[in-house]
């Protein structure tokens, strides 16, 4: 794992240079990209209140309590060793007003490899971008995930 003082998005910088200023609510981040490396980061450093500001308000949990999705976060970040991070692809926005970004998280429960390789979406909703919802498959699903692009993800594995 990356020394304390780097950021746990793996962006290489020191996380006071790097998410820290979104987590505290200092600045949105610029793109669909860095706002996924931020909600990483979030979910490592256990921020869940980040993690719930920045679902977008189509996201699923938005439509239920409050303190019970927040309650769910901390559950998973007190459980959850969030160790690495992989952006594989991205593009966007599309002309539906929508960013995707494929990456692959390297997440442990007690030992136990719990790794995944997520195709997020994201959105605009007013304020900034925000996280919409994502398909997920195991990472030892994926042959290698370094390879693999959002077009092969979805023709592979998506189920929308």
Known sequence: MAPARDCPCCSGLPYTQCCAPYH???????????????????????????????LHP????????????????RDATSTLKFMRLDVLDHDGPDAGGFWHVLFHARVFEKGQDRSFVELSEFAHDGVGIRYRSGEQVAAAKVAEPKGLTIGAFRETFSTR
Request: hydrophobic letters at 35%; zero cysteines; glycine letters at 2%.
């Open 24 to 54: 505290r609510g200092e600045r949105e981040a610029p793109d669909a990209v860095t706002l996924m490396r931020s909600r990483f980061a979030a979910y490592a450093r256990k921020e869940s209140a980040y993690v719930l500001r920045t």
């Open 58 to 73: 189509d996201h699923e949990d938005r439509k239920r309590p409050e303190a019970e999705v927040l309650r769910e976060i």
